[in-house]
């Protein structure tokens, strides 16, 4: 078994979140895909970690697994998840349901698929704060609407009674964030949940996302491919690739100061340098085949500055002083990163 991604610095407080050495797998009778391999992370109440990572790194498996989503005869769960007081993986089922909404609760990138066409809005908010708070309808209705004003729906009585399809992709999403915080949950988990929106609603989402888990002190685990929209809304940002931690650190540093030849391979290829006419670089070469990891760094094969050593042991974390880690042997040999990191949404609008 090889150590986790990251070595825990001993903490001032505890910490809301802990997960310590998660790994899963996905095990059928042609093969076993490690899709999460050994991952370790803390958030403070209240503070944003985003994950970033290419495609199939790994960041949906882990989000899921916190919210014990997986198919259960085919999956292996392994290590600690601690949320508040809760150990994740060691709840009931029954447990697990309540907590789901309360404790933790998701926003996912497509909004239609969490909401079901033949129901009003007001219908699907009500009903999930019956579910969980057990109010009367006239009560969940009330609370429907507190909630459409919180996420700033325009006329939100008229929207309640508005069906999914009459809403722009925008709203949708706002509807879907409104249910997400309909039990009041500690932690939200938003995976990639401004993905499929225009740039100017993008934005727009984003700011309204920073502006109420900073209002309810939510603690939010926020994936996405954008290294703009971690620039803006990350406290923490965890790097991952094949279904590690590679890198880690406070937003500034990670994307300023990037440690991992593959963090700095990303910045480069989506940075937008304004001062120099710099033609963006593509990492060339694929991620690993998470059948069949190889033995030393997963990033080896595509990495410009690997040595014999690289592909041999899988590199120990390294971590500064003020806790940005980076899993690699050629610690900071590259560039440092060229994100245009624009100052955070420090005020709410
Ligand atoms: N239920 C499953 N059974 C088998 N393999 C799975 C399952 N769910 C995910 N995987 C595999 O696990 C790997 C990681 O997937 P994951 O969805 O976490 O990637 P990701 O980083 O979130 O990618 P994206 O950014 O495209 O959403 C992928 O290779 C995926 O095919």
Same mark, same amino acid.
């Given at each position: +078994?090889?150590?986790?991604? #990251?070595?825990?610095?001993?903490?001032?407080?505890? %910490? #809301?979140?802990?997960?310590?050495?998660?790994?899963?797998?996905?095990?059928? @009778?042609?093969?076993?895909? @490690?899709?999460?391999?050994?991952?370790?992370?803390?958030?403070?109440?209240?503070?944003?970690?985003?994950?970033?990572? /290419? *495609?199939?790194? &790994?960041?949906?498996?882990?989000?899921?697994?916190?919210?014990?989503?997986?198919?259960?005869?085919?999956?292996?769960?392994?290590?600690? +998840?601690?949320?508040?007081?809760?150990?994740?993986?060691?709840?009931?089922?029954?447990?697990?349901?309540?907590?789901?909404?309360?404790?933790?609760?998701?926003?996912?990138?497509?909004?239609?698929?969490?909401?079901?066409?033949?129901?009003?809005? &007001?219908?699907? !908010?009500?009903?999930?704060?019956?579910?969980?708070?057990?109010? *009367?309808?006239?009560?969940?209705?009330?609370?429907?609407?507190?909630?459409?004003?919180?996420?700033?729906?325009?006329?939100? /009585? =008229?929207?309640?009674?508005?069906? %999914?399809?009459?809403? *722009?992709?925008?709203?949708?999403?706002?509807?879907?964030?409104?249910?997400?915080?309909?039990? =009041?949950?500690?932690?939200?988990?938003?995976?990639?949940?401004?993905?499929?929106?225009?740039?100017?609603?993008?934005?727009?989402?984003?700011?309204?996302?920073?502006?109420?888990?900073?209002?309810?002190?939510?603690?939010?685990?926020?994936?996405?491919?954008?290294? &703009?929209?971690?620039?803006?809304?990350?406290?923490?940002?965890?790097?991952?690739?094949?279904?590690?931690?590679? /890198?880690? &650190?406070?937003?500034?540093?990670?994307?300023?100061?990037?440690?991992?030849?593959?963090?700095?391979? +990303?910045?480069? *290829?989506?940075?937008?340098?304004?001062?120099?006419?710099?033609?963006?670089?593509? !990492?060339?070469?694929?991620?690993?085949?998470?059948?069949?990891?190889?033995?030393?760094?997963?990033?080896? %094969?595509?990495?410009?500055?690997?040595?014999?050593?690289?592909?041999?042991?899988?590199?120990?974390?390294?971590?500064?002083?003020?806790?940005?880690?980076?899993?690699?042997?050629?610690?900071?040999?590259?560039?440092?990163?060229?994100?245009?990191?624009?100052?955070?949404?420090?005020? %709410?609008?």
């Amino acid at each position: +078994m090889t150590a986790p991604d #990251f070595t825990l610095a001993t903490p001032q407080t505890e %910490p #809301f979140v802990r997960v310590e050495d998660l790994r899963v797998k996905f095990v059928s @009778r042609d093969a076993t895909v @490690r899709a999460v391999n050994g991952i370790s992370f803390d958030l403070e109440r209240g503070k944003v970690l985003c994950v970033i990572g /290419e *495609s199939g790194s &790994g960041k949906s498996v882990m989000m899921r697994s916190l919210l014990r989503l997986h198919p259960k005869n085919r999956t292996v769960i392994e290590g600690t +998840m601690r949320v508040g007081d809760h150990d994740i993986a060691g709840v009931s089922d029954r447990a697990m349901i309540d907590l789901r909404g309360s404790l933790i609760s998701m926003v996912f990138q497509e909004p239609m698929t969490a909401l079901d066409p033949l129901y009003t809005v &007001g219908d699907q !908010i009500a009903e999930t704060v019956r579910r969980h708070e057990g109010v *009367s309808k006239e009560a969940a209705w009330a609370r429907a609407l507190e909630l459409l004003d919180l996420v700033r729906v325009p006329s939100p /009585e =008229r929207r309640l009674k508005a069906y %999914p399809h009459e809403l *722009s992709g925008g709203l949708r999403q706002r509807v879907v964030i409104a249910m997400a915080l309909s039990c =009041r949950p500690s932690l939200l988990l938003a995976d990639e949940p401004t993905t499929a929106l225009d740039a100017s609603v993008q934005i727009q989402i984003l700011v309204l996302l920073r502006k109420i888990q900073r209002e309810m002190g939510m603690s939010m685990i926020f994936v996405t491919h954008d290294l &703009g929209v971690a620039a803006q809304i990350a406290d923490q940002v965890a790097v991952m690739y094949a279904g590690r931690i590679i /890198e880690y &650190g406070e937003a500034r540093d990670v994307l300023l100061s990037p440690q991992h030849p593959y963090t700095q391979a +990303m910045l480069a *290829s989506t940075a937008k340098d304004q001062d120099r006419d710099v033609p963006l670089e593509a !990492i060339a070469g694929n991620p690993p085949d998470l059948r069949a990891l190889p033995d030393g760094c997963s990033f080896a %094969p595509r990495c410009k500055y690997a040595g014999p050593d690289c592909t041999l042991t899988m590199p120990p974390p390294i971590t500064d002083a003020w806790g940005h880690m980076a899993r690699c042997f050629k610690v900071g040999i590259g560039p440092a990163g060229k994100l245009r990191f624009d100052a955070k949404i420090a005020e %709410p609008v």
